[in-house]
Nanobody
Framework: QVQLVESGGGLVQPGGSLGLSCAAT????????MAWYRQAPGKQRELVAR???????TLADSVKGRFTISRDNAKNTVYLQMGSLKPEDTGVYYC?????????????WGQGTQVTVSS
């Protein structure tokens, strides 16, 4: 069974930095795209950043220049480094990955980790 296990959320002051990580575990043949989404209270889940197997990245306009997404294919892990954090970055951050397991491609989600930006 495949699972995405996230870590690294917490409370940070405006202007601060925080790093998130997400490890895919279980019976994994290969991983395609990995991504981070977030959902603020009362809002829809939105894409924050996406990274391909080869390392090509896509960032939401709201986080460009502040956030960096990276991955370690050998560890089946994706990272999100967040800097210059703003209160509007507050929300639950979810890891997402498209994984080939047991002969089928599926879209997997982590359980979510809370990020709160507040003074």
């Amino acid at each position: 069974q495949v699972q995405l296990v996230e870590s690294g959320g917490g409370l940070v002051q405006p202007g601060g930095s925080l790093g998130l990580s997400c490890a895919a575990t279980g019976s994994i043949f290969t991983i395609n795209t990995m991504a981070w989404y977030r959902q603020a209270p009362g809002k829809q889940r939105e894409l924050v950043a996406r990274i391909s197997t080869g390392g090509s990245t896509t960032l939401a306009d709201s986080v460009k220049g502040r956030f960096t997404i990276s991955r370690d294919n050998a560890k089946n892990t994706v990272y999100l480094q967040m800097g210059s954090l703003k209160p509007e970055d507050t929300g639950v951050y979810y890891c997402n990955a498209v994984i080939l397991s047991s002969g089928s491609w599926r879209n997997y989600w982590g359980q979510g980790t809370q990020v709160t930006v507040s003074s």
